[in-house]
């Protein structure tokens, strides 16, 4: 028996392992404490089997262990790495799934898309589209539209709203019935539920002119009028 827990010791030691009754430490002679170098904390399918086959020389030959346990060992080690296995590759598979590709950004050049934003460009037709997000009920929403110099030209009562994404329309006339021109413009959005302030942001439509792809990174859109845009920042595209 003492053999064996030798053997096994040995075995532990060669594979980088320390028992629990072992110290990291070993003093000298002199009474000086020396690093027995790092320890591994677990044990990987080489070292099972290493640990396996120093089992079988060491056993007791009148003694022998039994073959269903032995099989029945390797089996749930074999389970337990084949489910790590294909952890692994399911997590490397969402992640591909989940990143946006250059070509995926490419895609977005020439269209226009909805996100977060504050500066708007009017329509060819005139008027622009645009939308409030919000993250509650609000009672009352009102959108204000400003020309470049800070005057406000518009405002629009959007009334009670749900929690999510309302959107509005502006026909590119003042509160006198003016057409403003061609902007571009500033859209703000104020929302509240009784006495409450709601918090909002605005979503504007532009067009995306071109994409930058970083040495390392997600590719950005560059968005006229609002920068550069993260593609899974884009609630729409057209």
Do not use: C, H
């Amino acid at each position: 028996m003492a053999t064996t827990s030798t053997a096994f010791d040995s075995t532990l030691q060669t594979l980088g392992i320390t028992r629990a009754k072992s110290t990291a430490n070993t003093t000298t002679a002199s009474g000086a404490s020396t690093a027995t170098g790092a320890t591994k904390t677990t044990l990987d399918q080489s070292d099972f089997l290493t640990l396996l086959t120093t089992q079988l020389k060491n056993q007791d030959p009148f003694a022998p262990m039994d073959n269903t346990q032995m099989v029945a060992q390797m089996a749930q080690f074999s389970s337990v790495a084949g489910i790590s296995e294909m952890n692994k590759t399911l997590s490397g598979v969402a992640t591909k799934l989940g990143s946006t590709t250059a070509s995926d950004a490419m895609a977005y050049v020439g269209k226009t898309v909805l996100t977060e934003g504050s500066t708007a460009y009017p329509r060819a037709a005139g008027g622009l589209d645009g939308a409030v997000e919000l993250d509650d009920a609000a009672t009352a929403v009102t959108v204000s539209i400003a020309d470049a110099q800070g005057g406000t030209l518009r405002s629009l009562q959007l009334g009670a709203q749900k929690k999510g994404t309302t959107a509005f329309e502006w026909d590119g006339k003042d509160g006198s019935g003016n057409d403003v021109g061609a902007g571009p413009f500033t859209i703000t959005a104020f929302a509240t539920s009784g006495d409450k302030t709601v918090t909002s942001r605005t979503l504007v439509w532009a067009p995306v002119e071109s994409v930058s792809l970083p040495s390392s990174g997600a590719p950005k859109l560059k968005v006229v009028g609002v920068g550069d845009v993260d593609p899974s920042d884009v609630r729409s595209a057209t």
